[in-house]
């Protein structure tokens, strides 16, 4: 089963930006969809973006504008950019992907705080 690896987490003031990377044991991103999740603390695991393998993307309309997806195929990465961030969009952030049903990140932690 492929591993997924996030990174690029912090802690950031409102308005600031982060990358952040999810990085894979195999070379899979340009055969299975990808996707970005979120969950803040007492609430539910959310979904903020995915992209597919034909490069197709989607983003959740709570950071649509904000938060864009990539990849780099050739790095096995895929990356969530995040910019203009807010307070709410502190949460540990997850990965997930790849074949049998997909794979999860351990998660990186976002704080946004001033």
């Known amino acids: 089963q492929v591993q997924l690896v996030e990174s690029g987490g912090g802690y950031v003031q409102p308005g600031g930006s982060l990358r952040l990377s999810c990085a894979a044991s195999g070379n899979i991103f340009g055969r299975y969809s990808t996707d970005w999740y979120r969950q803040a603390p007492g609430k539910q695991r959310e979904w903020v973006a995915v992209?597919?393998?034909?490069?197709?993307?989607s983003i959740a309309d709570s950071v649509k504008g904000r938060f864009t997806i990539s990849r780099d195929n050739g790095k096995n990465t895929v990356y969530l950019q995040m910019n203009s961030l807010k307070p709410e969009d502190t949460a540990v952030y997850y990965c997930h992907g790849g074949p049998g049903g997909g794979s999860w990140g351990q998660g990186t932690q976002v704080t946004v705080s001033s």
């Open positions: 992209i597919t393998h034909t490069d197709y993307t």
